[in-house]
């Protein structure tokens, strides 16, 4: 299969939370890129939602549920391609 993304999402494991109106929710990333990543959730979240998610130290990044199927949820990130890149840094070292 072939892979559209103009980015492409690189392997993780960083633990991180999701705030879904008003709560936050445990998830662990399995993957990310600058654009978005998977999560995988114990809960499902509606597509379109907004919501936020903070990634271990990282910092916290705005996003929007763009699938949801099961224990995992793919996000796309809101945020400043910059600072998500500097993140995407530090969670590579």
Do not use: F
């Not at 959730?41 to 990044?61: E, F, W």
């Amino acid at each position: 299969m072939e892979n559209k993304r103009n980015n492409p999402r690189e392997p993780a494991r960083a633990k991180a939370r999701l705030l879904v109106d008003g709560q936050w929710h445990d998830c662990m990333i399995t993957n990310i890129s600058i654009a978005g990543g998977r999560l995988y959730l114990r809960m499902s979240v509606p597509t379109g939602k907004a919501v936020r998610i903070q990634i271990a130290d990282y910092g916290q990044y705005d996003a929007t549920v763009v699938w949801c199927d099961g224990d995992e949820t793919g996000l796309k990130l809101e945020h400043d391609p910059a600072e998500i890149a500097s993140m995407l840094t530090a969670l590579a070292a």
